[in-house]
């Protein structure tokens, strides 16, 4: 058998090709919890907080060789070529992270309870 044909054997497989869609759905599905996080969850904390701008939040740690600090945004901070810490990037990670990962966990928990109420198929 050639490489080739066993390659097509190996890809038609339904299990590859469920595995295929469900990266495609993951991956679509991140880019939503991101826009929620980022569009919809954020602005309101940063308002409750204070009127901070999570996308801006940073830390300067070495000011940059072309525009001395303080920077206004954090783009202004990496055109000059400053050194940062961008703690509100990295919260903003972790509250989609967090959000990711529930659902992951409340799919899993639902597909093991359908999987335990079914009866086992007779082979």
Same mark, same amino acid.
Do not use: C, H, W
């Given at each position: 058998?050639?490489?080739?044909?066993?390659? #097509?054997?190996?890809?038609?497989?339904?299990? =590859?090709?469920?595995?295929?869609?469900?990266?495609?759905?993951?991956?679509?599905?991140?880019?939503?919890?991101?826009?929620?996080?980022?569009? =919809?969850?954020?602005? $309101?904390? /940063?308002?409750? *907080? /204070?009127?901070?701008?999570?996308?801006?939040?940073?830390?300067?740690?070495?000011?940059?060789? &072309?525009?001395?600090? $303080?920077?206004?945004?954090?783009?202004?901070?990496?055109?000059?070529?400053?050194? &940062?810490?961008? =703690?509100?990037?990295?919260? &903003?990670? =972790? *509250?989609?992270?967090?959000?990711?990962?529930?659902?992951?966990?409340?799919?899993?928990?639902?597909?093991? #309870?359908?999987?335990? &109420?079914?009866? $086992?198929?007779?082979?």
């Amino acid at each position: 058998m050639s490489i080739m044909s066993e390659f #097509k054997e190996f890809a038609m497989k339904g299990n =590859v090709l469920d595995l295929a869609v469900g990266l495609i759905i993951g991956a679509e599905f991140g880019k939503i919890v991101n826009s929620l996080v980022n569009d =919809v969850i954020m602005p $309101p904390i /940063g308002l409750i *907080i /204070g009127g901070i701008d999570f996308k801006n939040l940073f830390i300067t740690l070495k000011e940059g060789a &072309t525009v001395p600090a $303080p920077y206004a945004t954090l783009v202004d901070a990496q055109k000059a070529g400053a050194v &940062t810490i961008n =703690v509100g990037l990295f919260v &903003t990670s =972790v *509250i989609s992270f967090m959000i990711i990962a529930f659902a992951v966990f409340l799919l899993v928990k639902s597909f093991n #309870k359908i999987r335990q &109420t079914q009866p $086992p198929v007779a082979k």
